[in-house]
């Protein structure tokens, strides 16, 4: 099936799903059941989610990331994760070595709040170790200016693989998500300085997501966000993936609606095979910017084919750091996570989220 024809045949969910909120919005606030976030279902045939955490208490010495014992912690969850005893062919089990694997990060807080360099450096390192070639492993987010000042453009010259940047690359004209909901293009959409009915009501998804890969491992930060409670998986993938984003981004309810729509596109939700939420340090303020004063230390590295099951638990921390450091809970619209659950993207309810924590020992 060609990817224009997969996108047709995921639309008719989205319109039905968009529908619904459309007639809860026009009923009467009393007649529209207020479910809790994460309220567990009574349905007892609902999916469950898998959930590997690896806590090395050595994991960190002064706020930065030990290599080999990041190494260590990965190789043991993704062997725990898929069931193989070899770490090569825990990774083959989800790429082959004729796949491009796109790494998708988040740059912009920097090195020491963003995902850190020396966990993308260990998936890299076992990619390598698997079969996949140089030339097929991308590690990329939104802009190329974060990359380079996160310091992961000295992975091209270490490893040989590519560093890149979504808005860099260009969008393609042909794959894209629609709404009502207007924007007004930047400089950097490809729909800037165009005029006539429908323009800015697209969000193009970018070259290098569409053109260059076929396979997606998301690698985020346990950082919170102000009104989606994590810059996690979803918000990662969604954001750093397509064009016109700015009209999401004014309140939690518009981006409780775009972004699991936006990951639900086959060209991007399809491709992703691992998520990995980097939890050696806990940023529970601050959003975007790297703030290590109201940070703690977890040495925790959390593995899961569910995305949403990530952004839930990683939500569930970031109340709990903020309830220890004495800073009262942002009270945002979290809708965005059971809407992932609506269009099957993953599981939101914490019932049905299964975590197996493991400890790596420290080398006598």
Aim: hydrophobic share 40%.
């Amino acid at each position: 099936m060609s990817r224009n024809a997969q996108l047709k045949a995921r639309t008719p969910r989205l319109v039905i799903y968009g529908a619904g909120l459309v007639l809860a919005l026009l009923l009467p606030r009393s007649t529209v059941a207020q479910t809790p976030l994460f309220t567990p279902t009574p349905d007892k045939r609902a999916p469950t989610a898998r959930v590997v955490v690896v806590e090395d208490p050595g994991a960190t010495e002064e706020l930065l990331a030990v290599p080999d014992r990041i190494q260590a912690m990965v190789a043991r969850a993704m062997t725990n994760l898929t069931g193989k005893a070899l770490v090569a062919d825990a990774w083959r089990s989800l790429v082959s070595t004729q796949d491009v694997v796109g790494i998708k990060i988040f740059s912009e807080p920097g090195p020491n709040s963003g995902t850190r360099p020396v966990v993308v450096a260990a998936v890299v390192q076992d990619l390598l170790a698997a079969g996949v070639p140089p030339n097929h492993i991308i590690v990329w987010d939104r802009r190329n200016i974060d990359l380079r000042m996160a310091g992961f453009c000295d992975m091209e010259q270490r490893y040989g693989i590519r560093v890149m940047g979504s808005s860099d690359a260009g969008y393609d004209e042909k794959t894209f998500y629609e709404t009502a909901l207007l924007g007004n293009p930047i400089w950097t959409d490809l729909e800037f300085g165009r005029k006539g009915p429908g323009i800015g009501r697209k969000s193009y998804v970018s070259k290098l997501v569409v053109k260059e890969m076929t396979k997606i491992i998301n690698i985020t930060p346990l950082m919170h966000h102000n009104l989606v409670g994590v810059s996690g998986n979803l918000y990662g993938l969604a954001m750093g993936s397509v064009d016109n984003t700015t009209r999401f981004q004014t309140d939690a309810d518009t981006m409780g609606r775009s972004i699991p729509e936006i990951y639900a596109l086959p060209i991007l939700g399809d491709r992703v095979v691992l998520n990995i939420v980097d939890a050696l340090i806990c940023q529970y303020e601050g959003q975007d910017r790297g703030l290590l004063h109201y940070s703690s230390v977890l040495n925790e590295l959390r593995f899961s084919r569910d995305p949403v099951a990530l952004d839930v638990l990683s939500i569930q921390e970031i109340d709990r750091q903020r309830q220890l450091a004495g800073i009262l809970n942002v009270k945002t619209n979290l809708d965005l996570y059971p809407n992932a659950s609506l269009l099957e993207i993953g599981v939101s309810n914490p019932k049905h989220i299964q975590i197996d924590k493991l400890t790596v020992k420290p080398p006598l």
